[in-house]
């Protein structure tokens, strides 16, 4: 009888670890409140291995620094919606416990924002770009090594951007 007890957890251990691997994350605060007011969003999942592809320089410290990204979640505005904006995002992300990691004003008076989160073991990272074209989200899958974020220039932006919105 002590024999079957380690037997039966032994069984049923695989089948733990299994439901606990496929547990959904759910959005953060501030993104379910704008999926709510918004449900015709339309989200992209772009995984790490199309990532690399903007990469065209093969650089190593891009590499580096979606290393351990798995994915990244793309939010794009409803279609036809000439309303959408993403700035009651942008003003909760503080209060939703953000901390801003980058925030610039491109040439083309694009705002780029980078916002970090540490919930638990491991941190939640968004990404905010404000345009007067097109609002987008992208909410990052995965640990940035943030000592690599410059080189994100070295990345074929056009490439990365028609990647991210399902071109290529």
Known sequence: MNI?????????????????ACRKDEPSGVLAKHEKAYPEIQKKYVYQSLIRLANIKHDPEFEKLIKDVRKIILY?????DSTYQIKDVATGMRSDGYEELVDVRTSEAQRISLWVKDSGSRPHYLALLDSDKEDLILEIDGQ???QYLS??????????????????
């Open 4 to 20: 079957s007890v380690p037997r039966t957890i032994l069984i049923l251990m695989p089948f733990v670890i299994g439901l606990a």
């Open 144 to 146: 940035l090594n943030l």
């Open 76 to 80: 794009l505005p409803p279609s036809g």
């Open 151 to 168: 080189a994100i220039n070295v990345a074929d932006k056009g490439s990365l951007m028609e990647l991210l919105q399902g071109g290529f």
